[in-house]
């Protein structure tokens, strides 16, 4: 864990909790729909793809493909200044869902759209831990 | 150069050179209608009571509307129904912002609470990497270039230089876009809009009131609206704009005209993919064919299809939501004040907001019929 971490943190609240601490689990888990059988993200109380509140945590495959990426040249605030430049994407889990995150990567150059990735996990407080992804064999 | 101002002091000299220029003193102002970035936390949380009060007038009509710089055309169609159901008799719009002067303009991002706690951490400069999120995906699936981005700039550029009152004038090539510092890939500086201070107001009546004031009216024939998402993982589709397809077909059904008796368009570029991808939503070309239908200075002066005709966000000005100068540039034009960039014989314009990071979209079509 690093010592000071001062990049911006989740507010974690109620209906995020379970999220969050099982990524400090290391376990990726998605809102899953018993009616529709549709996985969904961010979690919700209520599925966005037919709306009903019949719904059920699962464990995710921890396995996507780059959606889109972008390189942030620099920073987003003085805070990732130093990370420039790092590696933002939209993944595509193999369940369905889409999500933000960094893919950690030494040569952001190589990136492309439709690349296979999987979770890595980086403690970076006490409560939090973010689901980042690094590329992996197709 | 005017002095520091508030951004109250903005909107209230823009409203009072709008009403003078409609011929309407502000006591009949009885609508009133206000999105903003000012003020928050505190006045500006309810912008509409504040600004009533500044003004020195009560409304009984008024909208908050708030999403992001597709608000005033939203409005515009807002303001539509309540002259038409009597709610109102004069709307008033206005915008104001002093963010060049504050320099509040920052990379960061909102707050990681509720749904930005899965967007925020990962740093993703703001707001330009959701746009260069969606410029990637479009690149992908459609071939499109950085050239073919560059040319919106550049087309804005020369509109620009025919204006006295944009900020940027000089020349501009694609290789200087090309060259400009890259920021969020695949976007460079110069594919992103400028940051300025300003501000603008509209003033809408009855048509019946409009023709009595002596003033040449343009009317509002159509307006659409929809929005889509706020984090950008769930934009339905990043290559597509689904807010605009949406806005737009829902305004030239209410207008009830096509695409070829559109003279004008004026479409919010707060980066060149943003025009590329709204000219695709809208119509005008097939889905990924924008890049295409760009190129060749085919949006510039002189070219087949007038755009953007003050400069745009890219380089007229760009005080945080720059919805309302599309709006009061396409007016300029349908009523034949443009000058050197005035568009010959413009009776139609189409005007198109979009807010947030592609995340909600308002349209208006424009006559002086
Ligand atoms: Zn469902």
Known sequence: MQSQYDKPVPHIDEESRPYWAALKREKLILKRCLACSRHHFYPRILCPHCHSCELKWSEASGLGTIYSFTIARRGAGPAFSADAPYAVAIVELDEGVRMMTNIVIENVDILAIGQRVGVIFEHVTE????PKFKLIGS | MLEPMTPLQVQALAAHSALHDAGIEMQDVDGLLVANTWGIPGAGQVPTITMAEYFGITPRFVDGTSIGGAAFEAHVGHAALALEAGRCEVALIT???TQKSE????????????????ETPWGMPTPIGGYALSAMRHMHEFGTTSEQLAEVAVSARKWASLNPDAMMRGPLSVE????????????????????????????????DHARALGKTPVFVRGCG??????????MPDMARLTSAQIAGQQAFERAGVTHS???VVEVYDSFTITVLMTLEALGFCQAGEGGAFVSSSRTAPGGAFPMNTNGGGLSYAHPGMYGIFLLVEAVRQLRGECGPRQVKDAVNALVHGTGGTLSSGATCILSLK
């Open chain 2, 225 to 234: 609206e929809a929005n889509t998402h706020l984090t950008v993982s769930s």
């Open chain 1, 127 to 130: 409560d939090v831990t973010l």
């Open chain 2, 95 to 97: 915008y104001g912002s």
């Open chain 2, 261 to 263: 008796a559109i003279d």
């Open chain 2, 176 to 207: 200087d876009v090309l060259s400009s510092r890259m920021i969020s890939d695949p976007l460079h500086q110069l594919d992103a809009c400028l940051v300025t201070d300003g501000g603008g107001a509209i003033v809408m009546t009855t048509a």
């Open chain 2, 103 to 118: 320099r509040s303009r920052s990379l960061a991002g909102r707050p990681a609470s509720l749904t930005m706690q899965y």
